[in-house]
């Protein structure tokens, strides 16, 4: 019987959609992470269950041959990405997989085969978004960085390869700011200490840049240095915002913002279209994807002018508002009120004047729909990683779309809802995975569903 710290040798034999190797030993499944199919390594177990087991990797005695060297330092320990031991074409392949695993045995579609996944060109530098948590060690040493996986053991110095230099270059300033002035930062166990996290956010297309400070107070010492310092550093700071979050939580951003210099938002240019982007709203984190993937549910959508078509969870209402001029109406649904205003704000920065847009739970809203007999000939939906509640299902069957495209970051509750849709009447039509996270090991994928004739 395996047992704790047992050091055992083992050979990668599979790996998860996930990106965890997979050895096995006394008939169990033993995971190791950041290890390659062929890799012949001495493991050390670290926690055993009834059928299977998690270990790590004591020494890699034999690489595999599709094994490439990480071209970044902390990546062993970094929770972000899972696959920068393999080339970006190996990687792909896994994703594929995943996709055509979920959607058979979870999702129970036979023979079918989804389209090849869109890469990336570049899989590095593409993300708009960061999010370093703040802290320090037991000496009291500064960290900044990202969380261990699985953990919240902060990891690394704020560089990373998936975000841009400008980035990596403004964590710095921040990291010094907080040394020169002993800026007091957040301590998660005791909830005390002010900085928890530096927030940043670009428009890849407009170059502007927000850089926001979320803090366990409602006011930050040394405001105005640290200002004239981020500002000075890069010309394309238009947005300094002070996010204030006193809950001990593990969510990110508080309710409450302020803005201590420029604008309350940034604005990108995305399938041609204007956005504004406010530190709450959402925004596709990786820009050169998203008009791959909104061309794809544009295409899956096939609008020609009559439809009316409802866009639920719709964020900034981007992905609606990119099919709005060829769609006759729109309503956007979404929870997140400041995402509700952004999502109005972009649809007259675009002169679009047949968008509508609530702000309301996606269930609740597509009951009011379906009760209100809105007959919407297109239903788009891109529900967070849980996927969508049966109710908004039921709502959506209830109204009858023609169509239904599902944008999905979950491949395996993408599956368990399509079965859902199935017993409701609506087959699968065409299936694309995109890769809109390289590295890491999430996949993103688009289908389309047709209703009964
Ligand atoms: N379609 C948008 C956003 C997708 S992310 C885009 O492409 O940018 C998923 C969105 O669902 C988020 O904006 C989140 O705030 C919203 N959301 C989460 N739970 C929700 C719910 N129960 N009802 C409505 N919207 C919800």
Redesign the pocket.
Known sequence: MLKKNDIIPLEISEITGQGSGIGRADGMAVFIPHTAVGDKIEARILKVKKSYAFAKTETLLEPSPIRTEPDCKWSAKCGGCVFRHLSYEEELKIKQRRVFDALTRIGGLEDFIPHDIIGCDDPDGYRNKTQLPVGRDKNGDLLMGFYGSHSHRIVGNGDCRLQPDEFNILAKVVREWIEEFNISVYNEELHKGLLRHLYMRKGFSSGEIMVCLVANGDTLPHEKELINRLTSCNKNVKSIVLNINREKTNVILGKECRTIYGSDHITDKLCGLRFNISPLS???INHDQTEKLYGLAARYAGLSGKELLI??????G??GLSMAKKAKKLIG????PQ?IENAKENAMLNDIDNAEFVC????QAAKQLAERGTSPDVVVI???RKGCDNSVIEAIAVMSPKKIVY?SCDPETLARDLKIFDSLGYSVEDVTPVDMFPRTAHVETVVWMSGEE
Do not use: H, K, M, N
């Open positions: 959402f925004y596709q866009d639920l969870y719709c964020g900034a981007t992905i649904v979404e929870i997140i995402a309301a739970d996606a269930s891109d529900p967070p944008v």
